[in-house]
Every structure is written in structure tokens, then in C-alpha cells.
């Protein structure tokens, strides 16, 4: 009875208003701060949507699912990339939301649709450097940017920026982070990076 009635919300024509009117919300869902505004908000609660239903062990994630999921996000995404508040380095989604939505999507077994291409555009605007989306990159948990790094790395599409950026934020943690974190991020390096990161000095010097 719940995924019909999952999949009945999520092809709503009121689906945003629906995310963004939740009541009960835990001030720190999924360990990010729902102090944020407008469509934001409701980006992260179609992420923890995401994660709920695609994430649960109950559940076989089809296409048809998978789509019907991702597509607010699409649509929200789509919207972010073209407004001015994107083009000023604001953040859209945290770092622990975009791990946590990009470990279940590798976990799916599905990697179709736009989601994953929008995921790494985002990404690359959210936290190129010198911008104060990379700050708070930098402050993300070595847990979460190695299996943002992990998740990239097996998409079909060019994941070298993102990966670039990953790379240039833990790459100082490395050598104190835990062994299996370590070799879970430079896996992923070597997988999905640039000629440029496979043969930077860091990576050669560890």
C-alpha cells in the first residue's frame, strides 16, 4: 500500500507544494539544517524521499520507480542551475545530502535518466573553488566525501571535475583519515580522474 501511495504523490501537480509544506520535519533531517528557503527545502526532502524508498531492503527499484523518484529533483535542479542565486556559489544541496542521495543511487543499480548528469553539473558550481559552496566541501566529513568520490567515479558520464574537487578536499586528511577511507577515495580517483589528478604530485607523493 505505500509505494502506490508514494508513487500517487510524486505524480502530483501539487508535489511541491506537498514537499514543501511538511509538517513534523526533524530540525536536522538527515544531519542537515532545515533553516533553508523555498525550493531548497524541498530538494531536501525529495533527497530523504529518495533515500527513504530507494535505500529500503523491502524495495526493487525499477525504472519506472527510479523515474518517478528523481524527477522532482530533476526539475528542481534544472530550475537552480539557471538562477542567479546558483551563479553566485550558493549552496543547493549539503554535502550530507549529496552523499547520502548519490550512495543510494549507486546502491539502486540503476543509472538512468538526467539525475546523474545534473548531480555532477550542480556539484561543479556548488563547490568550485574560491567559492564559498568549496568552504563548506571542506568542512563535509571524510566519510561523506569519500563516498560522494566512490558514487562519481562509477557513473557513465564525465565525472572529472567533481572528482578533481573531492580529491583537492581530502587530499590534506588523507594521511590521518582510516585506512579503508583512504583507499575507498583514491580508488575513485584513479577510476574516474583527470590525467591531471592521476599524476598531480600529492597523488605520486602518498
Same mark, same amino acid.
Not at 36 to 44: C, H, I, N, T, W
Not at 173 to 186: G, V, Y
Given at each position: 500500500?505505500?509505494?502506490?501511495?508514494?508513487? =500517487?504523490?510524486?505524480?502530483?501537480?501539487?508535489?511541491?507544494?506537498?514537499?514543501? +509544506?511538511?509538517?513534523?520535519?526533524?530540525?536536522?533531517? +538527515?544531519?542537515?539544517?532545515?533553516?533553508?528557503?523555498?525550493?531548497?527545502?524541498?530538494?531536501?526532502?525529495?533527497?530523504?524521499?529518495?533515500?527513504?524508498?530507494?535505500?529500503?531492503?523491502?524495495?526493487?527499484?525499477?525504472?519506472?520507480?527510479?523515474?518517478?523518484?528523481?524527477?522532482?529533483?530533476?526539475?528542481?535542479?534544472?530550475?537552480?542551475?539557471?538562477?542567479?542565486?546558483?551563479?553566485?556559489?550558493?549552496?543547493?544541496?549539503?554535502?550530507?545530502?549529496?552523499?547520502?542521495?548519490?550512495?543510494?543511487?549507486?546502491?539502486?543499480?540503476?543509472?538512468?535518466? =538526467?539525475?546523474?548528469?545534473?548531480?555532477?553539473?550542480?556539484?561543479?558550481?556548488?563547490?568550485?573553488?574560491?567559492?564559498?559552496?568549496?568552504?563548506?566541501?571542506?568542512?563535509?566529513?571524510?566519510?561523506?566525501?569519500?563516498?560522494?568520490?566512490?558514487?562519481?567515479?562509477?557513473?557513465?558520464?564525465?565525472?572529472?571535475?567533481?572528482?578533481?574537487?573531492?580529491?583537492?578536499?581530502?587530499?590534506?586528511?588523507?594521511?590521518?583519515?582510516?585506512?579503508?577511507?583512504?583507499?575507498?577515495?583514491?580508488?575513485?580517483?584513479?577510476?574516474?580522474?583527470?590525467?591531471?589528478?592521476?599524476?598531480?604530485?600529492?597523488?605520486?607523493?602518498?
Amino acid at each position: 500500500k505505500l509505494l502506490p501511495a508514494i508513487l =500517487k504523490m510524486l505524480r502530483s501537480p501539487k508535489l511541491h507544494d506537498i514537499l514543501d +509544506g511538511q509538517l513534523l520535519v526533524h530540525p536536522r533531517l +538527515g544531519g542537515v539544517p532545515q533553516d533553508l528557503g523555498g525550493d531548497q527545502v524541498k530538494a531536501e526532502r525529495a533527497v530523504r524521499l529518495f533515500v527513504a524508498v530507494a535505500g529500503a531492503r523491502q524495495v526493487k527499484v525499477d525504472l519506472e520507480l527510479f523515474d518517478a523518484l528523481t524527477a522532482p529533483l530533476e526539475d528542481l535542479i534544472s530550475t537552480w542551475l539557471g538562477s542567479p542565486e546558483a551563479k553566485e556559489g550558493k549552496v543547493f544541496l549539503r554535502p550530507e545530502s549529496f552523499a547520502d542521495l548519490l550512495s543510494t543511487i549507486s546502491a539502486s543499480g540503476v543509472n538512468g535518466g =538526467k539525475l546523474p548528469e545534473l548531480l555532477s553539473g550542480l556539484f561543479s558550481q556548488q563547490h568550485e573553488e574560491s567559492s564559498p559552496g568549496y568552504e563548506v566541501l571542506a568542512g563535509g566529513s571524510m566519510i561523506d566525501l569519500c563516498n560522494m568520490a566512490h558514487a562519481f567515479s562509477l557513473m557513465s558520464h564525465d565525472v572529472e571535475e567533481p572528482i578533481r574537487l573531492l580529491w583537492t578536499t581530502a587530499e590534506p586528511q588523507l594521511r590521518s583519515a582510516k585506512p579503508h577511507l583512504a583507499l575507498m577515495m583514491l580508488n575513485a580517483v584513479v577510476r574516474g580522474g583527470s590525467q591531471e589528478v592521476l599524476t598531480s604530485p600529492e597523488l605520486l607523493g602518498l
